[in-house]
């Protein structure tokens, strides 16, 4: 596969999940589409690292990769706090977080 078909394939996961952002009221939808952008960065890292014949790309695709697990983990329990609060996962019901 060509640096063509990386910047693609990156270019179209981060349109979904900059979609999925702009347009979700869901937390949870929220995080699916925060980790979509994650993952575009990371095709990316691959597919450049690949095209210059080095391991940097891989290397800093795995660091990305834990702070996306830190990140899930810290928001699903920030999400179960907020559910056991307000009793709902929507974004329009969290207004009264707000300073």
Do not use: C, Q
């Not at 270019?11 to 949870?28: K, P, T, W």
């Not at 589409?33 to 210059?52: D, I, M, P, Q, R």
């Not at 695709?61 to 999400?79: Q, R, Y």
């Not at 056991?84 to 009264?96: A, I, M, Q």
Request: aromatic fraction near 16%; hydrophobic fraction near 60%.
């Amino acid at each position: 596969m060509s640096i063509t078909g990386y910047v693609i394939l990156s270019a179209l996961l981060f349109s979904v999940g900059l979609f999925g952002l702009i347009v979700r009221r869901n937390v949870i939808s929220l995080f699916f589409s925060l980790e979509l952008l994650l993952n575009s960065a990371n095709v990316l890292f691959v597919g450049f690292s690949k095209l210059y014949g080095n391991y940097y790309g891989e290397l800093f695709v795995f660091f990305v990769l834990a702070v996306a697990a830190a990140e899930a983990a810290v928001g699903l329990a920030i999400v179960v706090a907020l559910y056991r609060l307000k009793g709902s996962v929507n974004t329009e019901d969290y207004s009264s977080l707000r300073w």
